[in-house]
């Protein structure tokens, strides 16, 4: 008797049907699910349960037994053949924009995952259309998708998911989900995740630094309001709470602007790279000195900041892309609150 199988093909695909049959069948044998020497449907049995043409089939079952996964027996039909396959893990990896933490991100999950597998990059620009359609046409196609969730409103604001966004999203198969970063949605079933809180993650860091950070006279917080790639409005909420429960005078502002006024001791809390180029320059430029008349902190962590001895409150670029690659070895479900810090250096 011939071992039942699943195979869900995917109509709107672009992979064609008899590979999305290989594909099924030398995963069920990679991860034991079809042990060698079990008998698989026939070509005529599969054409009818799958609802597929019998040259589909036939086409599939052809370049299996070139690769010599299943053979033939003569008058008893198909069996697996081994199941020592080396089957490369096939991942679709979806960020919103390429920077040099996604890509640190990126790259500590790829060298995590080591040389079993195949990762596809691919970048959205925050663009819910090109999100949606793009992973429209790969369903169905991988054996994991990774996805980092960022998009923009009309107006440039952050918003974390949309209608749209959320179908799409419904329609991968849980157990191959994997969620990055951003993970206010609103998806149906048990899924992984590796995730920021950015409220909670900022108060928590700027508490860490509470007693450096009294002996300057106001908090700015340099927030990009309208941004090609918007940043979620959490991190301003808990700037907030922390200055509301630590009783400090605050700014926000949305850029760190030419000639600002230096005279006072103040904390710049900036997002933005090329603020944080724009403050140095000014605070040099006046003959100031960062950690006594001027405070700086910026977020996200590089090693430039690192050797300009800049004060940050980062999440942990490395360990978002070692915990992913963790959830996909080990086929877990398990929603990760991703490591952030509060670096102390010498620009406070």
């Known amino acids: ?18 590979k999305q049959i290989v594909d099924s069948i030398i995963n069920d044998i990679s991860k034991g699910k079809l042990k060698v020497g079990e008998k698989i449907p026939s070509i005529n049995e599969l054409s009818e349960s799958c609802y597929l043409s019998r040259d589909t089939v036939e086409k599939a079952y052809k370049q299996l037994k070139e690769q010599k996964v299943i053979v033939s027996v003569k008058g008893k039909g198909y069996y697996t053949a081994k199941t020592d396959l080396i089957s490369k893990i096939q991942i679709f990896f979806m960020i ?42 790969n369903l169905g196609a991988y054996d994991y998708y990774v996805i980092m969730p960022h998009f923009k409103t009309d107006d440039s604001n952050h918003i974390s998911t949309t209608h749209m966004v959320q179908e799409v999203l419904n329609k991968i198969p849980k ?58 409005q959490r991190i301003v909420h808990g700037f907030r709470k922390f200055c509301s429960k630590y009783n400090f005078d605050f700014e926000i502002l949305n850029e760190i602007y030419d000639d600002m006024d230096l005279d006072s001791k103040d904390t710049y809390i900036i997002i933005e790279e090329h603020d944080l180029v724009n403050l140095v320059r000014q605070v040099r430029a006046k003959d100031l000195t960062l950690g006594k008349d001027i405070g700086i902190i910026s977020y996200n962590d590089t090693p430039l900041k690192d050797l300009l001895g800049i004060n940050v409150v980062s999440t942990h ?21 991703n490591v952030f810090e509060y670096i102390e250096r010498n620009s406070v």
């Open 175 to 232: 157990d191959k989900l994997i969620i990055l970063d951003n993970n206010k949605l609103e998806i149906k079933g048990n899924y992984g995740a590796v995730y920021q809180d950015f409220q909670e993650d900022i108060y928590e860091a700027l508490k860490k630094g509470v007693d450096k950070l009294k002996k300057y006279d106001k908090l700015v917080l340099v927030y990009p309001s309208k941004s090609v790639y918007p940043y979620p």
């Open 96 to 137: 919103n924009k390429l920077s040099s933490y996604k890509m640190l991100i990126y790259n500590s999950f790829v060298n995590s995952l080591g040389i079993n597998s195949l990762v596809t990059l691919s970048v959205y620009h925050c663009e819910e259309s090109i999100f949606t359609k793009t992973l429209e046409r």
């Open 317 to 337: 670029f490395k360990a978002m892309g070692e915990t992913a690659a963790y959830l996909v070895l080990n086929n877990k479900k398990e929603k990760v609150k």
């Open 1 to 18: 008797m011939a071992q039942q199988i699943e195979i869900k093909i995917n109509e709107s695909s672009r992979v064609p049907k008899y």
